[in-house]
Every structure is written in C-alpha cells, then in structure tokens.
C-alpha cells in the first residue's frame, strides 16, 4: 500500500515535468497509477472479503503514537475500489476535457488519489488526519485553479477554512479518544471502544469534521461555492472522493461507536436534515453543477445517516449507496462537463434540444439519473430498497426512538432526490417550447475521448445493480461488523410485494409529481420562512472575525511599552496568583531572618532602591544602583556564596564606572515623569503588586521542596574534578558547556557596545546628530594631544592639565596596577580551591585595567593592554572552545577534566587540572571584554563630529581626540 | 517547611517591585536601571531558592558536606551576574545610541504598531495608505526615529 501511495506521489511530482512534452498523454500516464491501485485492488479482494486484511507497518515516532500503519479491510477496499476506479475515470476524462495546463492539474488530481488512498488505508487515527488535511490543501490548489478570478480564490479559501476547522476540531477530538483508550490505532479502538470520560466530547469533535468535510448543513456553504472548479475536480474531489472522506470516517467508527451518546442523535439529525434541505435547494437551482452539489449534500447526509444508524442492515444499505453515489454522481458531474463542451453553458435556461442531438449521451444521463433516484435495474434501486426496507422494519420493531420520523425524512428524501433527478435531466436535455436549440459546436473525437470513461461508470453502476449479488459480497463483510438487530436483509432486485417496494413507488410517483408541480412550490418557497444562507452567514463570519480582529488590535496594539509591559505583569499577577491563592498547603510562618546581619543589609539595599525609584539626577540614580548592587553581594555572602559575592563586587565596580563615563555624554537629568498621576499609581500599585506576589513565590517555593538537591552529585565528585571549591568546578566541569556559551553571549555584547558607540552616525544622520550633540560635551575642552606612547608610565597623565590630574591616583595606579594584576592571576588558579576563578580574576584584572583609564585616558589602556581587545576576547573564546575539545583528540567527552601531576625540582609534587585552561580562557575573554568595553567608552562623551572614526584598532584613536577622562 | 526567613522575602519582593516599577517608566534609562536591579533580585531569589544560608561550598577542610551552601544556584548566579552585566552594558550603549541619534532617551509610543489596528481594510495592505495620516494624528505627534536608524 504504501508503495501505491508513493508511486501516486512520484509520478504527481514528475507529471509537470512532462507535461510541456507530452502535452495530454500526461494524463494517460497519470490514470495508469489509479487502474493500477485498482487491479491490486482486485486481486486482493477475495482474501480481504475472506477476513484477512494486510497490514502494513512502519515506525514514525512511536513514543508520540504516531506511527505509519496502512491496513485494507472490507471497507478500505470498497473506498479504495471507489477511490482508484473513479480516479481513473476521471482522469481519462481530463485528457479531453481539459485544453491548458495538463501538468499541473493532472499532477494535482493524481496526488489527490493518493491521498485518498492513504486516507482510506489509515489505521492510525493521526496518520488518518495527516492524509485529511492533505486532501484539504489538494483541494484547495484545485478549486484555487490558477488563482485568476476573485470567485475562485474566494471559492478555494473558504473551502480550506471551512474543511481545516473542522479538521482541527476532529485532531482534537482524535487525541481526544486515543488518550483515553492508550491506542491511536483505529481497528484496535473500534474493537475495544473506550467510554465515558471525554469519549462523547471526543465524538462530537470528531463529528464535526466529519460534517464540515461531507458538506452538511449548516456547514455546507463551501461545497456549492466550489463548483467554480473544473468540472474533473467536482466530480472527483466533491462527488466521489473527499467529500466521501467523511462518509468515511463515520462508517469506520460506527461499529464502535454508534451506541454511546450522542453519536447516533447527532448523526441521525444532521444527517437527514441535509438529505432533505440538500435535496429541496437542489430543485432551484439552474446551474446544472449546483444542482448536483446540492444534490450531493443530500445524499452525503443520507449516506451519513445509514453508516452512522449503526446497524447491520443500515450499513449494506449505506456501501451499496456509496457505490452508486460515486458512480452516477461522478457520471452526472463529467457528463454535465460535456455538455458545457457542447454548447458553452450550463445554465438550465439557456439549455434546449441537446437530447435529440446527442442521444447517446442523453441515453447515459438517463440511466446516471435513473440510478439517483433509485430506479431498478441500477445499483441506486439496490440502495433504496435496503434502507427503506431497513427503516420501515426499525419504524414497526423499533425501540420508539423516533423511527418513524427518520422513515418519513428518508421517503421525503427520496421524492426529492427523484425530483431533482427530473430536474437535471430534463434541464440538461429537454427541448423547450419556444425555443431554439441551444448552438453547439462538434468537439469531434474529443467527444469520445470523455464519454468513454462517462460510459464505464454508468455501465458500473448497470452491472453493480444487476449483479446484486457481486454487490452484496463486496459489501457484506463490513455490515457483518454491525450488530444485527433485525433480520439479515439481503440484496435483490425482487423481493416480492413489500413495503419497501411500496414506498419506493411511492417515493417515485410523488418525486414526478413534485416535478410537475413546481411551480406551485416555487411559491410555498417563497411564501415560507427562509432558513438563513449558509453563504451569506460564512461571509458575515467572516467579516465579524475580521473586523473583531481589527477592534481587538485597535484596543490591545496600542503601541505603548508601559502599556504592554502592564498587560504581562498583570497577567504574571492574576495566573500564578491564582495558582498561590489556590494551592491547599497553607503558609507557615517563616523565621524573621537567618542571620541578623541580613536586616541591616537589607535595610541598605532597599532603601537604596526606593530612593532609586525616585532619583531625578542620572548620576545619583547609577550611584543607587551601585548601592544596590553592593547591598546584595553583602547578602550573597550571607548565604554562603563568596564566589557570588566577589563577582557580584567586581561586575557593580564595573558598571558604575562604564555608566558614569556613558552618563558624561547624556544629560545630567532624567525626563520629568510626563505620565498622568492616575497612571502613576497604577504603576506603582502594580509594580508592589508584583513584589508582593514574588516574595510569596519565594516564600511558598522554598516550603515546597520534596526532593533533595541535585547539587549533591556536584558536591560528592567534585575531588574527582581535582577541585575543591565546587561553585568553580561547576563552572569549568560539571557544566562548561553551559559557561561557554555564556562567555559567548558576553562577547556578543562586547561586539555590540563597540558597534552600537563606535560607529559613525553617517553622512544621512547628520542632522539628527546635530541636533542632539551632548551639551556636556563643551564643558571638556580639548586638553590633551599625544604621539604614540612608547616606554612612559601613565604618558597620557603628563599632558593633561595640571588641575585635571591626581597626583594621588597616579601615584597609587602605578603601585597598584602590577599587584593588581598578579592578584588576578591568583584568584584564576586558585579559584578551583578556594574562592575565585576565571571570571573573578578577568575582573579584577579588569579593574585594574579601569583604573589606567581613569588616570591616563583611553589611550593609555590602548598602551597598557598593548594586544587589540578584539583579539584578547577571541583568543579567550578560542582557547575555551579548544580546552574543551582537546580531549575529543584523545578519545575522551569533550569538556571532561583530567588531572595530570608532576614533580618539579623546585616546587616540588604538584596537581594540575587542565580545566584551569578552561578557565584561563574565560579569564582572557572577560578581561578583552573589559578592555574592548573601556575603549568603547572614550568616545561616549564627545559628540560624533568631533570623533573620527578610529581608523584601524579600536583602541588607537586618532590625534585629535579629546581624552575628557575626568567624571566630575 | 518554610526555609526562607521573612526579611530575605521582603527584601526580595522590595526589589523586585522596584524594578518593575522602574521598567514601566519611558525613560530608557530608568528601564536601565528596572534591568538592574532585577537582574539583581532575580539572582537573589535564585540563590534564596536553594535553601536557607549554609557554609561556603568549598571541601578540602574537613567539612561536614551537609552544611554546604547549595553550589549549583551560586553557579548559576555566578555566571548570570556576568551576564547580565554583558547585556546592562549592550543597553547602555543603546540608549547612547539612541540619545545621539534622536536627541532623547524616551521609548515612544510606536506609530506603526498603533496603525495595524487602525485599517479598515487589514487583508488589503494597499488600503492602509489612505489611513495614516489620521492615524499619526492621534499619537504623541513625534515621529519616532525609524527612518534615521540605519
């Protein structure tokens, strides 16, 4: 099966490529794959029939449920035979019908019968869905065409919409049922149905689909809309094969299904509501297409009524139905197709005399027709007699559920079907009084061409009916599956004298009657109330939806940060606040502090946030922040974390001073709050709000840990790593991949401050800059200029100007700034022992570095780190990167430690951990990050204009630069 | 049980309303410092997290283990600090940026965002020219930046 499936994919895929040569033969070669489906078919026919159906298996993502699992039983084969016999039919058809662009429509055709295929062979619930929104997009492309007028795009989206909604609704309800059973494998779940819990939910939605994809009222809109298709594509995709999808799917859960609540209510009243609106709309139509998509919609309903019903007799009924549909609907839509050949319409009233001039195809409209309305010798008579005989029998022995109304719908169903019938035959065919004979023009062999395939469905649907018992065999094996309520009926053209018989008759002779008294009903149609159009109400959907879109866009995408930003806190405040106001274990009360030196230091950081908040000086604010910074590395220290601590000291040195050289350059005031008072104590509110609901976080977090710490390990091995401190080994052992990608986002932003500052403004932005040149940028007067400095301590110093330089910092900067960095290298090689490490000791070394600056000026740091902070930054990444692959070359996991130890003459026996390269990485790259950062910052102060672009290194500015090294 | 004392909880929850606060003013250089601090207190409600304060988590004195300090949030706060640091840094020079090329530090309100939902026609882009100009009329009459940032 599947390699049927993929040989219709395959060749669909090469079809366009020959079309441009071959022309139509495309489509001979496209109707080989289908006859080929079909013979195989055949030939496995007498084993399935038998009970013995292949299953064919492969493993896609097992742990999900979704597996590859193609299975032919009686009923796949009855859709396969379906399926691949009208496929070929139809598109042996399109050879002659169609006059441009063989490739793409016979390619798209062909892989619609695949999909279908797959469809119909599916025993996995989502393979099933898989291959039913496949056959959604197919269609879409078909009734789209080429996309060229606004009716078919319309026509084609609406379809997709429709069809993909309701295809969503059955994946829910799918997941729905196979949750529930543990199996997503469809014979194992009708086998062993599942009940209660989300099963009927899970049915409905399944329904659902079904409806949206068989056309039923009220969601039927799409199927006459798509009519604008070519008439291959309606009479394949919306006769035979998609829309019988559905038929499908509710013949193939019904033996599992039909008796839990609601499926059989559902089914019965959607199903036969269609059958007889599907019906009643179809007599007032003059388009000979619409008819019969009305006229499908009818017998969809119908078909979905007898397989959903659930009984044994009812489902005979509903295959030997099925089998006629698809083979008089799919004649009537391909003959209808020749007819617009003939005489370039198909508008009833502009149709006259085209019976007397085509006689043979008059005669198999005649019998396609005859066949609808249920007339003997054809497979449609068969059809009729099973279920009136079915449902006259449930109505007399029935179980009082209302039988006798879906009798009466059924009979009423019939006489329309009947009239409607009439309708199109004599619409297409009729001459009418008083007018002339429609003109057509001679096709020639074309003509042939496309009745040929017209001829063998027809003759399918005589044989079918003639040879009733063929037909039985074909369709006995599945009703068998459905209990027997009554008595087996068994198919024949002749029962004797029986109800059945009668209301067939009786179904006939009121349908002729209907006929000839249409006009008389055309004036109860109009007289009655009308049922809303479905159409008219699609287009108000979605006009709502639009236009609801639009208001809901114009109310929430109102282009305010604070705005946004409210919505998500407020969110962050109503769920998770639920869900702590909510959960059953109360709070306990929790001690006032750990350690008492946490309320002084608490007390510190937030008074110095509060005054943060409220701060309107820039410079004050960077010095709070700082404060704060300081505040909680005391209360790391509290906890535990003297690694933390450290860093969190050296980042806040750090940032202070890069945010008070950027402060130079921007005004010395924040903007004045502009925001309405209201919104300001929104705002505020909100924001305690959220502290609030945080510090409950906390609090109910730290009372629900039930399992140890996974840190555990860490603390345990960490010897193992050769290291002592294990915040360390964590970081160059345990999880180095995670400190490399770190270092990375550090040197990423690196990049990007020296980019974001260092690039010109541009010839365009002139202006803007002018604009906004930095007034502080004057009160720096030009104060130094410099050469290359060479061989002198602080040469930068010397130039300034006497007042601007501190003799004092210089004086320490050049006592400190070695011994600075020797520390650093001593916090990097001991950090695996004690507190310290790589980005400790990047730095410390960085600060050192900061304070050359704060002496000397950019230039000097040029000096001082002598090596372009761009390649100390990449040389830091590279080396981390190669630390961690070494030991791939010698066949160990990359990033693992080993612990080599030697014994020197002098130092004597000493351990070594190579991870210490690791981090001697991360320590190059956080002290060039640091470097590239101070260099970024010299130019921060002066307006653009004024500052060249540094030719080459970021670090050797050009002459002209003015240092303004000073904060004050 | 309850492991976290009320003062670390308080100080926690003080921190992170603070910054909120701050994150939900215009100037992008309070949002800067909003960014700060709870990069700050997120750290600290990380570490908090772990348990109640313990010893350093440093072996090789002896030590009873079980009165570690719990090491894996401190790593994992470690290299947070670095890096919120890297990206503080990333948004101080954006806010430069910003400052030198449109003469503010404000996050105004966007035009174009407003405009989405004020079309009438959202399936036809073409329709929307005619909406702009009733739609730039209601903002806060300054045109942001957009076309000047290259």
């Given at each position: 099966?599947?390699?049927?499936?993929?040989?219709?994919?395959?060749?669909?895929?090469?079809?366009?490529?020959?079309?441009?040569?071959?022309?139509?033969?495309?489509?001979?070669?496209?109707?080989?794959?289908?006859?080929?489906?079909?013979?195989?078919?055949?030939?496995?026919?007498?084993?399935?029939?038998?009970?013995?159906?292949?299953?064919?298996?492969?493993?896609?993502?097992?742990?999900?449920?979704?597996?590859?699992?193609?299975?032919?039983?009686?009923?796949?084969?009855?859709?396969?035979?379906?399926?691949?016999?009208?496929?070929?039919?139809?598109?042996?058809?399109?050879?002659?019908?169609?006059?441009?662009?063989?490739?793409?429509e016979s390619a798209l055709l062909l892989a619609f019968a695949g999909v279908m295929l797959g469809l119909v062979t599916a025993d996995?619930?989502?393979?099933?869905?898989?291959?039913?929104?496949?056959?959604?997009?197919?269609?879409?492309?078909?009734?789209?065409?080429?996309?060229?007028?606004?009716?078919?795009?319309?026509?084609?989206?609406?379809?997709?919409?429709?069809?993909?909604?309701?295809?969503?609704?059955?994946?829910?309800?799918?997941?729905?049922?196979?949750?529930?059973?543990?199996?997503?494998?469809?014979?194992?779940?009708?086998?062993?149905?599942?009940?209660?819990?989300?099963?009927?939910?899970?049915?409905?939605?399944?329904?659902?689909?079904?409806?949206?994809?068989?056309?039923?009222?009220?969601?039927?809109?799409?199927?006459?809309?798509?009519?604008?298709?070519?008439?291959?594509?309606?009479?394949?995709?919306?006769?035979?094969?998609?829309?019988?999808?559905?038929?499908?799917?509710?013949?193939?859960?019904?033996?599992?299904?039909?008796?839990?609540?609601?499926?059989?209510?559902?089914?019965?009243?959607?199903?036969?509501?269609?059958?007889?609106?599907?019906?009643?709309?179809?007599?007032?139509?003059?388009?000979?297409?619409?008819?019969?998509?009305?006229?499908?919609?009818?017998?969809?309903?119908?078909?979905?009524?007898?397989?959903?019903?659930?009984?044994?007799?009812?489902?005979?009924?509903?295959?030997?139905?099925?089998?006629?549909?698809?083979?008089f609907k799919a004649s009537?839509?391909?003959?209808?197709?020749?007819?617009?050949?003939?005489?370039?319409?198909?508008?009833?009233?502009?149709?006259?005399?085209?019976?007397?001039?085509?006689?043979?195809?008059?005669?198999?409209?005649?019998?396609?027709?005859?066949?609808?309305?249920?007339?003997?010798?054809?497979?449609?008579?068969?059809g009729h007699e099973a279920y009136f005989d079915t449902f006259w029998n449930a109505a007399r022995y029935g179980s009082g559920a209302g039988e006798e109304w879906m009798l009466a719908a059924l009979v009423t169903g019939s006489a329309l079907t009947v009239t409607y019938a009439v309708h199109y035959l004599w619409g297409a065919f009729a001459s009418r009084p008083g007018m002339e004979p429609t003109p057509q023009e001679d096709p020639g062999d074309r003509a042939l061409g496309m009745a040929v395939p017209i001829a063998a469905l027809v003759t399918a649907t005589l044989v079918l009916g003639v040879w009733y018992t063929g037909a039985e065999t074909l369709t006995e094996p599945y009703a068998a599956l459905l209990p027997p309520y009554l008595a087996p009926?068994?198919?024949?053209?002749?029962?004797?004298?029986?109800?059945?018989?009668?209301?067939?008759?009786?179904?006939?002779?009121?349908?002729?009657?209907?006929?000839?008294?249409?006009?008389?009903?055309?004036?109860?149609?109009?007289?009655?109330?009308?049922?809303?159009?479905?159409?008219?109400?699609?287009?108000?959907?979605?006009?709502?939806?639009?236009?609801?879109?639009?208001?809901?866009?114009?109310?929430?995408?109102?282009?305010?940060?604070?705005?946004?930003?409210?919505v998500l806190l407020a969110t962050v405040l109503v769920v998770p606040g639920t869900a702590l106001l909510l959960r059953d274990t109360p709070f306990t009360a929790p001690p006032l502090w750990a350690s008492a030196i946490q309320v002084p230091l608490g007390v510190v950081v937030l008074t110095a946030a509060v005054t943060l908040a409220r701060v309107r000086r820039r410079l004050s604010a960077a010095l709070l922040a700082g404060a704060v910074g300081y505040g909680v590395a005391g209360l790391f220290l509290v906890q535990g974390a003297p690694d933390l601590a450290l860093t969190q000291l050296l980042v806040e040195t750090l940032t202070l001073v890069i945010i008070v050289l950027v402060l130079r350059g921007l005004p010395a005031h924040l903007g004045p709050q502009r925001a309405q008072p209201r919104t300001?104590?929104?705002?505020?509110?909100?924001?305690?709000?959220?502290?609030?609901?945080?510090?409950?976080?906390?609090?109910?977090?730290?009372?629900?840990?039930?399992?140890?710490?996974?840190?555990?390990?860490?603390?345990?091995?960490?010897?193992?790593?050769?290291?002592?401190?294990?915040v360390n080994a964590i970081i160059v052992d345990f999880r180095a991949m995670d400190t490399l990608g770190e270092i990375a986002v550090l040197l990423v932003a690196a990049i990007g401050v020296g980019a974001l500052i260092l690039l010109p403004a541009g010839a365009g932005e002139a202006g803007a800059s002018a604009r906004s040149r930095p007034p502080a940028a004057d009160r720096y007067p030009e104060t130094a200029r410099w050469g290359v400095p060479q061989d002198r301590w602080l040469p930068e110093a010397e130039k300034m100007p006497a007042h601007d330089r501190l003799i004092m910092l210089e004086v320490v900067t050049r006592l400190l700034f070695p011994s600075i960095l020797v520390f650093s290298v001593y916090l990097l090689y001991s950090g695996h022992l004690r507190p310290g490490g790589g980005f400790a000791g990047g730095l410390v070394a960085g600060q050192a570095f900061t304070l050359r600056y704060l002496v000397g000026g950019r230039t000097d740091i040029a000096f001082a780190g002598r090596a372009d902070p761009r390649v100390i930054t990449g040389a830091g990444l590279a080396l981390a990167a190669t630390a961690g692959l070494a030991p791939a070359a010698f066949g160990g996991d990359p990033l693992a430690t080993a612990l080599p130890s030697v014994t020197l003459p002098l130092f004597g026996h000493l351990e070594l951990s190579t991870s210490v390269v690791f981090d001697t990485g991360v320590y190059?790259?956080?002290?060039?990050?640091?470097?590239?950062?101070?260099?970024?910052?010299?130019?921060?102060?002066?307006?653009?204009?004024?500052?060249?672009?540094?030719?080459?290194?970021?670090?050797?500015?050009?002459?002209?630069?003015?240092?303004?090294?000073?904060?004050? | 049980m309850t492991t976290l004392d009320l003062t670390s909880a308080v100080v926690v929850g003080g921190?992170?309303?603070?910054?909120?606060?701050?994150?939900?003013?215009?100037?992008?250089?309070?949002?800067?410092?909003?960014?700060?601090?709870?990069?700050?207190?997120?750290?600290?409600?990380?570490?908090?997290?772990?348990?109640?304060?313990?010893?350093?988590?440093?072996?090789?004195?002896?030590?009873?283990?079980?009165?570690?300090?719990?090491?894996?949030?401190?790593?994992?706060?470690?290299?947070?600090?670095?890096?919120?640091?890297?990206?503080?840094?990333?948004?101080?020079?954006?806010?430069?940026?910003?400052?030198?090329?449109?003469?503010?530090?404000?996050?105004?309100?966007?035009?174009?965002?407003?405009?989405?939902?004020?079309?009438?026609?959202?399936?036809?882009?073409?329709?929307?020219?005619?909406?702009?100009?009733?739609?730039?009329?209601?903002?806060?009459?300054?045109?942001?930046?957009?076309?000047?940032?290259?």
């Open positions: 099966m599947l390699v049927l499936i993929a040989a219709h994919a395959a060749v669909a895929a090469l079809l366009p490529v020959l079309a441009p040569r071959a022309g139509r033969a495309v489509w001979w070669v496209a109707a080989l794959v289908p006859l080929a489906t079909l013979v195989w078919a055949a030939a496995l026919t007498p084993s399935v029939l038998d009970g013995d159906a292949p299953v064919e298996h492969f493993g896609w993502a097992p742990s999900l449920g979704l597996e590859v699992v193609l299975r032919l039983d009686a009923l796949s084969l009855l859709m396969t035979v379906i399926v691949s016999g009208v496929g070929a039919a139809v598109l042996f058809y399109g050879a002659r019908y169609t006059s441009e662009g063989h490739g793409r996995n619930l989502l393979l099933l869905y898989v291959f039913w929104e496949l056959t959604t997009v197919v269609s879409f492309l078909l009734i789209a065409g080429r996309g060229r007028t606004r009716e078919h795009r319309e026509a084609a989206q609406q379809a997709l919409v429709v069809t993909t909604g309701g295809g969503l609704a059955m994946l829910l309800g799918f997941v729905m049922l196979g949750e529930t059973a543990g199996t997503y494998r469809i014979s194992e779940l009708v086998a062993d149905p599942p009940d209660g819990g989300y099963v009927p939910a899970a049915l409905v939605l399944v329904l659902v689909g079904v409806f949206t994809k068989s056309a039923q009222f009220p969601l039927h809109g799409w199927l006459p809309a798509a009519m604008v298709a070519p008439t291959t594509v309606s009479a394949y995709l919306h006769a035979a094969a998609m829309v019988k999808a559905g038929v499908y799917l509710t013949a193939r859960l019904a033996p599992g299904f039909a008796d839990t609540e609601p499926w059989r209510p559902l089914v019965l009243t959607v199903g036969l509501l269609s059958l007889v609106l599907g019906a009643w709309r179809a007599l007032w139509e003059s388009d000979l297409k619409r008819v019969l998509a009305y006229g499908t919609i009818s017998e969809l309903g119908l078909l979905i009524a007898l397989f959903g019903y659930g009984t044994r007799n009812s489902a005979l009924a509903g295959e030997v139905m099925l089998l006629a549909h698809a083979t009537l839509f391909l003959i209808t197709g020749l007819v617009e050949h003939h005489t370039g319409t198909r508008e009833i009233g502009r149709l006259s005399g085209l019976g007397r001039r085509r006689p043979v195809l008059l005669t198999l409209a005649a019998l396609a027709a005859a066949s609808m309305a249920g007339l003997p010798p054809l497979v449609g008579y068969l009926y068994h198919l024949a053209l002749w029962h004797g004298p029986s109800a059945a018989l009668a209301l067939s008759v009786a179904a006939q002779i009121a349908g002729v009657l209907l006929y000839r008294l249409r006009p008389a009903l055309a004036a109860v149609r109009d007289r009655s109330p009308r049922a809303p159009d479905a159409q008219k109400s699609y287009r108000r959907t979605e006009q709502g939806l639009d236009r609801a879109a639009l208001g809901f866009t114009r109310r929430t995408q109102v282009g305010s940060l604070p705005v946004y930003l409210t300001r104590r929104l705002r505020l509110a909100l924001s305690a709000a959220v502290g609030t609901l945080v510090a409950l976080l906390a609090v109910a977090a730290s009372a629900a840990r039930r399992d140890p710490a996974v840190s555990a390990y860490y603390t345990e091995h960490v010897e193992e790593a050769g290291a002592h401190n294990v190059l790259l956080v002290i060039g990050v640091c470097l590239k950062l101070l260099a970024a910052m010299g130019p921060a102060q002066v307006p653009v204009e004024e500052t060249p672009p540094p030719g080459g290194g970021a670090g050797r500015p050009a002459p002209s630069d003015a240092p303004g090294s000073r904060g004050r | 921190l992170f309303a603070v910054g909120f606060h701050l994150l939900l003013q215009r100037s992008l250089m309070r949002l800067l410092f909003g960014f700060l601090v709870l990069g700050h207190s997120t750290n600290l409600l990380v570490l908090l997290a772990a348990g109640p304060p313990g010893r350093p988590p440093v072996t090789g004195h002896g030590q009873d283990r079980a009165s570690f300090a719990d090491p894996l949030p401190q790593a994992m706060a470690l290299t947070a600090i670095v890096i919120t640091f890297g990206i503080s840094i990333l948004l101080l020079a954006l806010v430069y940026r910003g400052w030198l090329l449109l003469g503010h530090d404000e996050v105004r309100d966007d035009v174009e965002d407003r405009r989405l939902g004020e079309s009438e026609h959202p399936r036809r882009p073409g329709d929307v020219a005619g909406q702009q100009e009733g739609a730039s009329g209601r903002t806060t009459g300054e045109t942001p930046g957009k076309g000047e940032e290259r």
